[in-house]
């Protein structure tokens, strides 16, 4: 059993997904500190939990997934705080995610905005309603993306359309999206947790071992730290010494399925 809070709620499907709801439909799931703090929690859990194969995240209501961190909340902060807002989201949810040992899914079914559209790209994959609409406008608040947007959205469509997408601050639909990489479909509104599920079952067969591995080699080319060919390598070697690398070897020999457990 995973953690539920009024602000996020969970589902645990017996492929073992996790659906993560954002629950805040009113204020279109606008990240405020106690959604973010308690989505923090239910994170937490799923990554020890080895009953979660996978992890999809959207927003409640059919208006928007997140349409961003809480405006109001955050109207009086000072400098010390507003860094302190912007430190502690990286910490909890969105580097979090990012090196989550589950693949991620932002089912965007929505507006996916400022703080919604950094959830989403801190996501390992997107799939995105037609009647989506994506964006950054910060800079019309006079601050700017404190959620990786700035760093994320360079690396996933390059670094002019970022520079347009973060300094007019437009939206853009969801085929632009699609056309910029920056969701990896587009579905209709009936299509959007079929699709994403559709996508966690072909992950959640394979073995849980290499797909993390696979998540930190992949982070570690974007990570300037790093030398993601070193860490492949590493990562490479590490997985001969894994069960489900001799049961998944095993099995294609036996031409039966694998059963993988995940050590
Ligand atoms: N923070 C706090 N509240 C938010 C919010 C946010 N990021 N986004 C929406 N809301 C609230 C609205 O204040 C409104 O609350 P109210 O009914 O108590 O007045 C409610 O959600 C519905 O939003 P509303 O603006 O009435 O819907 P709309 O359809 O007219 O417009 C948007 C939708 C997304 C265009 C508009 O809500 C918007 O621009 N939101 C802010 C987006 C943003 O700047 N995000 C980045 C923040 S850093």
Known sequence: MIATSPFILTELTESNILLITIN????LNALNRKTID???????????????RVVIIKGAGDKAFVAGADIAEFANYSVEEGKQMSSQGHFKIFNF????????????NGFALGGGLELALACHIRVATDASKLGFPEVGLGVIPGYGGTQRLAHMVGKGKAFEMILTGEMINAQEAYKWGLVNYVVSKEE??????EISKKISTKSPTAIAAAIRSINAGYNSQLNGYEVEIEEFGK??????????VSAF???????????
């Open 24 to 27: 805040r439909p009113d204020k």
């Open 38 to 52: 308690d989505l923090h929690e239910v994170l937490v859990e799923a990554e020890q939990n080895k009953e979660v």
């Open 97 to 108: 995610l990012e090196n989550f040992s589950k693949p991620t899914i932002a089912a965007i």
């Open 192 to 197: 959007l947790m079929p699709k994403c599920i």
């Open 239 to 248: 997985s001969f010494g894994t069960e489900d690398f001799k049961e998944g």
């Open 253 to 263: 020999l036996e031409k039966r399925k694998p059963n993988f457990q995940g050590n």
